[in-house]
């Protein structure tokens, strides 16, 4: 079974700042990774994701993400943050079988918090 | 018009009753997942079906149990409900094919006491 680790629970920064979250996985078969993200109150909203091809995967809201398969890792990436990008922030990975797959793993989640 | 429908939004219970949730989804999809999320521990798969005579168990479903009853519904169903099944529920969809993007419901916040 795979599993998916967050190394930040909380991430405070100001408005500007730039941004990396970790993400590391762990299933030694193909995969694809997702990042989902949830406003206060709201429910998650797909950021980006990746399937194949490029590893450096561009989402919505200036985000992107670089899957680095010798390194298991799926880190999500914003160069500046504005403080509407407020919100929890959870990488997901679900395990490919050509014919489909099952639900999806998530990590435990980011709280990110930008400060004006 | 949202894809994907939650009822009730919110609910409170108490511990011992039987309760319902309730998933519709117009995407047309095949798939469809039930998942719970607690604080600081993200979100559990609890059941997911591929279509409607396709039910598998998720990481955590002791104490639920669900029924596909149309493509477009799946419903989540608490037996006994018990405190520690306080929690956010979403439901998700996603497609046959391709690579499993899930989209989400609003969720279901249910207290139990």
Not at chain 1, 23 to 37: A, E, P, Q
Not at chain 2, 41 to 62: A, C, H, M, P, Q
Request: hydrophobic share 35%; with cysteine.
């Amino acid at each position: 079974a795979q599993s998916v680790s967050q190394h930040n629970h909380h991430v405070i920064l100001s408005e500007a700042a730039s941004l990396e979250l970790g993400c590391n996985y762990s299933y030694g078969g193909t995969v694809n990774l997702f990042w989902y993200v949830q406003y206060p109150g709201q429910h998650l909203q797909l950021l980006l994701k990746y399937f194949s091809g490029d590893p450096l995967v561009k989402g919505i809201k200036g985000f992107e993400a670089e899957f680095i398969k010798s390194k298991f890792s799926f880190n999500l990436r914003k160069p500046s943050v504005q403080w509407s990008d407020t919100a929890e922030y959870f990488c997901a990975v679900s395990a490919y079988s050509g014919g489909g797959a099952d639900g999806l793993t998530f990590g435990k989640g980011t709280h990110l918090i930008i400060q004006p | 018009d949202a894809d994907v429908t939650q009822t009730p939004r919110n609910r409170i219970t108490k511990t011992g009753k039987r309760i319902m949730l309730e998933c519709s989804q117009t995407k047309g999809h095949d798939r469809m997942y039930w998942y719970r999320q607690d604080p600081g521990l993200g979100l559990r798969l609890i059941y997911y079906s591929f279509d409607v005579k396709d039910i598998n168990k998720g990481e955590i479903s002791d104490g639920y149990s669900v029924s596909r009853q149309a493509q477009a519904k799946f419903s989540l169903s608490l037996e006994s409900a018990i405190p520690n099944q306080t929690a956010l529920y979403f439901c998700a969809t996603s497609s046959s094919g391709g690579a499993n993007e899930q989209f989400f419901g609003p969720g279901t916040r249910l207290t139990v006491l």
